[in-house]
């Protein structure tokens, strides 16, 4: 038994604690399909003060940690590259209160989105933003470390970073603080992001969990509206300025009540009804672009009214409504009454079945999204070869190119690119250099990731996206938290001693 | 790489390279659907480790497939903590409506693979040490309860003959014969109530082979299912119906697989008394007063989507309040003792059907009903513990039926 093995015991408690390796196996990777590295133990800590032993320990005895929640993350970014420990942190979920007069909530940070929000949904009352298209399995830590979006509410109420209050997080060195109004001693109940002075939450909010363990985390509720609409259309041109268009009238106009909005470029929507079985049987024959949207209002008559200038704007961008019902082609019905918002994105990725995807899902600007859609065709184009070779040696299809466009929060949007390979072990470099010049393309192309990780931290800085002195103010700020890049090393090309 | 080194993997290979580990299977939530959680037996461990639910599992013989690591017994104590309930199935891209059958919610098949695994932990020598005891004495008893064959028919009421031939043939299971006569005492009352033309198999009769398979000892199974299936032609019957959910499943779905010739068919009870009451054949006539919930069984409900036919004949048993528990039909929270986790683990077994215990007691109902010879046993060991401050009674199905025909 070494002796991190034992001080970890004694923290946590031996049942806390493994250094089995088939267990540790299973830590070893996340939902991105290539990059895998095994664990030298697990741990699963109750509390912050836990947390925080374990980090002093893990600075005295210099061993990696790395943060993980829901393991559903698509940049690596909970794969301990460097080894050491894994934080397991869905121990700590539980809802610690829900303050309706103040319209927040404090939980830990390993309670899924889901099972938050199914607690506020009771009351009448949601959290705007339900965190990212994994939020059945993503936890809020993990949502608040990338700056989540697409699990629902994103035209609304944009990433769930926005609507943080205040967190309580773990320093790499083991302190604890409190963010927001909480910084102040004399404040009972947190009522503001900002404490006195910067916003230090922010320092946590898509870190990508390099600057600390976030272990509780203050979120501003809102009452769910209770008068909801869902619309879909077919868009009769295949042009994608009709998808820009419509998106940047419906934001500019007021946005009329907009909880979510999103445009499938036609080739997507052949893509889904090519698949055995078609994915969505009302949009077998479609053939055609299509977008949707999700409206909400505290009455009828605003709901008629946001549904009247909603409507009115596709129309006359060559839309046509494909009908009320999702045995119609209503898309928007199922996703705001069915599943719970969430799990739209995430079964794209299960689609073709037979391969993974690699994504290298970004935001930009609602009027550039054709051009980052133009570059992932470039990237097919370029590596036309290689797509054919995996194709050619497992007879498997596979391709690239942008999934569904989604509203994200001002004029941005969210876009699932990306491509779907074969990821058997004899593919494994030839699929990270492709993976990595996407992102690189994607990168030069002016879009902005938000869940980095491993994968995408690293590739902005070999794509020299900062300048040297913004690199070196981030390093600056690293160093002085985590003088000896205990947490997460790798990312960002931030390394403790002696790795490269 | 491993490649062609474990037989039953491989046939499973295109599924565990389908999965791309978004993790609902761990603790998924989605209200509008009644999915509330997953995993039972993630939900009872005390220590959550992702092997405990499917994502773990898939990882493991992801592992295993691409050599990075062994069958071992320590990998069998984690693989065989799992009821192979099939709930993680119904999560995997399961969209709950007909217009979207996402193309890998429609290749996944979790307990199939599990199944797979757990073949390849039997061959390699590494089966659970209680469940090779009891299919040693399956192999040479036909059946997993240490009973003398013998005593198979104990159960049969003085008097009572079936005859040589007949349309239906009624399989008695395990264990209904060897613990819960009473069950087959009600069966084969209701059948003749109804005037059914059927038989058993007798002394003829042998395990169905589900515990073989459930287990992992395919080989056993297949010797079991070619002896019934032989005794079975001489009967000259069409259909074959049981109670027991456990075989029902086997003989239904397994006996096609490992006998391509067997073509006759399956019916579980309610499906035939579902129809029975139809026909007008079984009158319910007697009022009974209670309030019930009923449990889906993992065998007859996620396994062969059978959840209307006992929801029928309880709707038509006069004075009947059939209130549901929040988790139902795919949703169903398993009672924990199936996959050999009872004989396996009787702790975990007993603390996943406490929990479903509670779900039901939750409804304010008297009595949970179900219809399966398995969670009958499993939910009553449950309800005694949590005797004391709420009780519930458990019931087969059929005992409620008979009261009030």
């Known amino acids: 038994m070494t002796a991190v093995y034992e001080k970890l015991r004694k923290i946590v408690g031996p049942d806390l604690v493994t250094n089995d390796e088939y267990i540790r196996y299973t830590y070893s990777k996340t939902a991105d399909a290539v990059y895998q590295h095994m664990p030298d133990y697990v741990v699963r800590p109750k509390t912050p003060e836990e947390v925080a032993e374990i980090l002093r320990m893990a600075n005295q005895e210099k061993v990696p940690v790395v943060p993980r929640g829901g393991g559903a993350g698509l940049m690596a970014g909970a794969v301990p590259h460097r080894g050491g420990i894994v934080l397991d942190m869905t121990e700590m979920r539980k809802i610690i209160e829900i303050n309706i007069e103040d319209q927040v909530v404090t939980v830990e940070c390993g309670i899924t989105w889901a099972e938050l929000n199914k607690e506020l949904y009771k009351k009448g009352f949601y959290t705007g933003c339900l965190g990212p298209g994994s939020g059945m399995s993503a936890v809020v830590g993990g949502g608040l470390s990338h700056n989540s979006v697409g699990g629902g509410g994103g035209a609304k109420y944009g990433s769930c970073c926005k609507h943080v209050v205040g967190l309580e997080v773990v320093l790499p060195q083991g302190d604890i603080i409190n963010t927001g109004s909480l910084c102040s001693k004399y404040v009972e109940h947190p009522f503001s992001r900002y404490g006195f002075g910067a916003d230090y939450s922010g320092l946590f909010l898509g870190d990508n969990g390099i600057h600390g363990v976030k272990t509780k985390a203050i979120l501003r509720i809102y009452t769910k509206p209770p008068y909801v609409a869902g619309k879909t259309f077919m868009l009769k041109r295949g042009n994608m300025k009709y998808g820009v268009n419509i998106f940047l009238e419906w934001l500019t106009k007021g946005g009329f009540g907009i909880y979510d909005g999103f445009y499938f470029p036609d080739y997507f929507i052949m893509g889904l009804s090519a698949m055995t079985p078609p994915t969505y049987l009302p949009w077998k024959d479609l053939n055609k672009a299509a977008i949707f949207y999700t409206t909400e209002a505290f009455s009828e008559k605003e709901l008629e009214a946001n549904v009247e200038s909603l409507d009115a704007i596709v129309l006359k961008n060559t839309g046509v409504p494909l009908g009320p019902e999702i045995e119609d082609g209503n898309l928007a019905k199922y996703q705001y009454g069915m599943d719970g918002n969430w799990s739209f994105y995430q079964n794209t990725f299960g689609v073709p079945a037979r391969t993974q995807s690699l994504t290298t899902e970004a935001h930009c600007p609602v009027q550039l999204f054709p051009k980052m859609v133009n570059v992932i065709d470039k990237w097919s184009a370029k590596h036309a070869a290689e797509l054919t070779k995996i194709q050619q040696m497992t007879g498997i299809p596979v391709g690239a190119g942008c999934g569904s466009v989604g509203l994200a929060g001002e004029n941005n949007v969210e876009l699932a690119i990306g491509f779907t390979t074969v990821i058997k072990p004899e593919f494994r470099d030839l699929n990270i250099a492709l993976w990595k010049d996407q992102l690189d393309m994607v990168i030069k192309a002016g879009a902005m990731h938000y869940m980095l990780g491993y994968v995408t931290s690293r590739q902005l800085v070999e794509a020299e996206a900062f300048t040297d002195q913004y690199y070196n103010f981030m390093k600056g700020i690293k160093k002085i938290l985590d003088p000896n890049n205990i947490l997460s090393p790798g990312k960002f090309m931030f390394e403790m001693e002696g790795y490269k | ?405």
Not at chain 2, 15 to 39: H, W
Not at chain 2, 194 to 210: D, F, H, M
């Open chain 2, 1 to 405: 790489m491993s490649e062609g080194k474990y037989s039953h993997l491989e046939k499973v290979r295109a599924m565990v390279e389908a999965c791309y580990r978004c993790g609902d299977c761990r603790i998924a939530y989605r209200p509008a659907v009644g999915r509330y959680q997953v995993c039972p037996v993630r939900e009872a461990v005390p220590a959550k480790w992702e092997p405990f639910f499917a994502r773990g599992k898939i990882m493991l013989i992801m592992g295993l497939l691409y050599g990075d690591l062994q069958l071992s017994q320590e990998l069998a104590d984690i693989i065989y903590q799992c009821t192979i309930c099939g709930s993680c199935k119904f999560i995997c891209n399961y969209s709950y409506h007909p217009s979207l059958p996402h193309p890998l919610s429609q290749k996944m098949d979790h307990p199939k693979i599990w199944e797979a695994l757990r073949a390849e932990l039997v061959e390699a020598g590494f089966p659970l040490p209680k469940h090779a005891q009891m299919l040693a004495y399956c192999q040479e008893n036909y059946n997993p309860y240490f009973e003398p064959h013998a005593e198979r028919l104990k159960w049969i009421p003085k008097g009572k003959t079936f005859p040589k031939e007949a349309d239906y043939v009624l399989f008695m299971g395990c264990t209904e014969p060897y613990r819960i006569p009473e069950i087959l005492q009600n069966t084969i009352r209701i059948l003749d109530i109804a005037k059914v033309n059927y038989t058993i198999l007798a002394e003829e009769e042998w395990c169905c082979g589900s515990v073989a398979l459930r287990t992992g000892d395919r080989k056993i199974a297949e010797n079991m299912a070619k002896h019934n299936l032989e005794a079975l032609k001489k009967t000259k019957a069409t259909h074959l119906i049981t109670h027991c959910a456990g075989c029902y499943r086997t003989l239904k779905f397994d006996y096609p697989d490992l006998l391509p010739e067997f073509n006759i068919q399956v019916l579980h009870i309610t499906e035939l008394i579902k129809d029975l009451i139809a026909e007008g054949a079984l009158q319910l006539k007697k009022q009974i007063s209670r309030k019930i919930t009923y449990h889906d069984p993992c065998h007859l409900g996620r396994h062969a989507q059978i959840y209307e036919a006992p929801r029928y004949i309880l709707n038509h048993i006069p004075g009947i309040d059939l209130v549901e528990m929040q988790r139902i039909k795919e949703n169903a929270w398993c009672c924990g003792a199936g996959g050999g986790v009872k004989s396996g683990f009787p702790d975990l077994a007993l603390q996943i059907a406490k929990t479903r215990i509670q779900e039901a007691l939750d409804t304010g109902a008297d009595a949970i009903v179900t219809a399966c010879p398995f969670c009958l046993r499993n939910l009553q060991d449950a309800a005694k513990e949590l005797e004391g401050d709420q009780t519930i009674e458990v019931l087969d199905l059929l005992d409620l039926l008979l009261q009030a025909l």
